[in-house]
């Protein structure tokens, strides 16, 4: 859907660009684009003889352009959510205290070196996102049932959310290989 907007947006910029460079006589050079009326002689006849024509295509851009700014409006709660929840002020504060008990029970998990923890989401679909940073010989599906047991189940107590979601991340970390250090040639 990205990439479709994206898309438009593009060819929509690119026909309003060459609109304002006609408009301004930049291609006056291929024949005189900027002497030429805005709408085609025939389109203005019909405007002109149905007066509804103008009126109904300026009302359908004027929807158009306000579903447009709805959605971006939209666009922009979620992502507002997403990084800070639409929770009371006691949650927040109950979630930041459960939160660092969570990043430290979770770091002293064997094979973890890292771990954050995020609520996210609104009132009514909040969510954990937790990220947790392996090494690369760790067992990811024990570390993931210590979570569930342990860990995560205290978090959610803590809150008073029993049914909050989790969504855990795991990021393996691969140490490279340690190279030898030359010694130096004695003479």
């Known amino acids: 859907m990205r990439i479709a907007i994206?898309?438009?947006?593009?060819?929509?910029?690119?026909?309003?660009?060459?609109?304002?460079?006609?408009?301004?006589?930049?291609?006056?050079?291929?024949?005189?684009v900027s002497a030429r009326p805005l709408l085609d002689p025939e389109l203005v006849r019909f405007a002109g003889g149905a007066g509804w024509f103008l009126p109904s295509a300026a009302?359908?851009?004027?929807?158009?352009?306000?579903?447009?700014?709805?959605?971006?409006?939209?666009?922009?709660?979620?992502?507002?959510?997403?990084?800070?929840?639409d929770l009371d002020a006691e949650t927040r504060v109950r979630?930041?205290?459960a939160g660092d008990d969570l990043v430290r029970d979770v770091r002293s998990l064997p094979g973890v070196e890292d771990a954050?923890?995020?609520?996210?989401?609104?009132?009514?679909?909040?969510?954990?996102?937790?990220n947790v940073t392996c090494t690369g010989e760790t067992l990811v599906g024990e570390v993931y049932g210590e979570l569930g047991a342990g860990p995560v189940e205290r978090y959610r107590r803590a809150i008073g959310?029993?049914?909050?979601?989790?969504?855990?991340?795991?990021?393996?970390?691969?140490?490279?290989?340690?190279?030898?250090?030359?010694?130096?040639?004695?003479?």
């Open 6 to 32: 994206a898309m438009t947006g593009a060819v929509l910029l690119l026909a309003g660009a060459s609109a304002v460079a006609a408009g301004l006589g930049a291609f006056d050079a291929f024949g005189a």
């Open 161 to 187: 959310m029993p049914d909050l979601p989790a969504v855990v991340r795991f990021r393996p970390v691969f140490a490279p290989p340690r190279r030898r250090r030359r010694q130096p040639e004695t003479a």
């Open 116 to 130: 954050r923890v995020r609520l996210t989401g609104t009132a009514d679909k909040p969510r954990l996102l937790l």
């Open 95 to 97: 979630a930041r205290t």
């Open 59 to 85: 009302g359908a851009a004027e929807l158009l352009a306000l579903a447009g700014q709805l959605w971006l409006v939209l666009q922009g709660r979620a992502l507002f959510h997403r990084w800070w929840p």
